[in-house]
């Protein structure tokens, strides 16, 4: 049903249900004249006469009455679907889909998830966690992150944090082995590698150096796809590691792990939270937005500071 058809339609009814053509104007916040044209138009569709008019009465011809009755319960029916998704809107329940890759989502977004799932328990979460990147709207997400660079044209993002990429080894490494002081001594070092997601290639290492920033490809003697798995190989002295600050900045301040190369650490990449739409969201999800924001954004316990990086670089020597 086109929209003027059904606006022509709101106005027959109301018009009957006010016996006024003008009182059915006010109600629906249009002027008389565009409630006129609205049943002109709606009669010359039909093609039959709805009502009896006159400068003073309005009465329903025997046409008329008969499309109220089959009009009325239609409309009403369509103003309580209405009325029940507006209100839904409104309401912090229901289904909320959510995306994300799984190294970041249990460290860094899994609090927040708990939080918000205490807070409005009438709520029920679906996480799928995977670490490539999916059809946003065939998979019929609510609010996704993604590590890395923003995601594509369609969707809006907010930049939640940094994500550095720092060069560690355990201490017990270090004492067997010693500490590379440049790029070119990781050649002499035994370093893990990780596989990206989608492409299944070895990801280079990636520095700061001076305002650019440089690849290089590290031979490896682990390689993995997990972020934890390789955590895991470096904290056990395994090999020396790149990882992502998120996993590294707690390891470091637990003095599990040493920072290494720490003049070169970049930030480049960042961890995005996206969804599609900034109008008509559901309160579930403009809550949830707004409770990872809070508490994600500007907080340091996923960052590495310089002073940490430096104290932690002084230590060593």
């Not at 003027?4 to 009957?16: C, D, G, P, V, W």
């Not at 807070?119 to 990147?133: H, N």
């Amino acid at each position: 049903m086109a929209f003027n058809e059904l606006r022509a339609i709101t106005t027959f009814t109301k018009a009957a249900e006010l016996g006024s053509l003008r009182q059915a104007a006010v109600a629906q916040g249009i002027t008389p004249q565009a409630a006129s044209q609205a049943l002109t138009q709606l009669e010359a569709h039909l093609g039959v006469r709805l009502f009896h008019r006159t400068t003073r009465r309005l009465s329903l011809t025997e046409e008329g009455e008969r499309f109220l009755g089959a009009a009325a319960p239609g409309l009403q029916a369509l103003q309580r679907a209405l009325h029940g998704a507006r209100q839904g809107r409104d309401v912090i329940a229901g289904p909320l889909r959510i995306t994300a890759t799984r190294s970041l989502m249990l460290p860094v977004l899994w609090p927040v998830l708990e939080e918000y799932c205490a807070r409005y328990p009438d709520v029920e979460p679906d996480v799928q966690l995977d670490d490539r990147i999916g059809d946003w709207v065939a998979d019929r997400v609510d609010v996704g992150f993604r590590a890395g660079t923003p995601p594509g044209e369609g969707l809006i993002a907010r930049h939640l944090m940094p994500l550095q990429l720092i060069v560690c080894a355990a201490p017990a490494y270090i004492a067997r082995h010693g500490a590379p002081r440049s790029i070119d001594e990781l050649a002499q070092h035994r370093c893990s590698g990780f596989r990206h997601p989608s492409t299944g290639k070895a990801m280079p290492w990636e520095f700061l150096v001076g305002d650019e920033i440089v690849g290089r490809d590290v031979a490896s003697i682990f390689m993995t796809n997990d972020v934890e798995l390789e955590a895991n190989a470096v904290i056990a002295g395994h090999c020396i590691g790149q990882l992502v600050g998120v996993t590294a900045a707690p390891l470091i301040r637990s003095g599990q792990l040493v920072p290494l190369l720490t003049e070169l650490v970049c930030a480049h990449l960042g961890l995005y939270l996206y969804y599609g739409s900034r109008v008509a969201q559901p309160a579930r999800v403009r809550a949830f937005i707004d409770l990872v924001v809070e508490r994600v954004v500007g907080n340091p316990a996923w960052v590495v500071s310089p002073q940490e990086l430096a104290a932690a670089a002084r230590r060593r020597r």
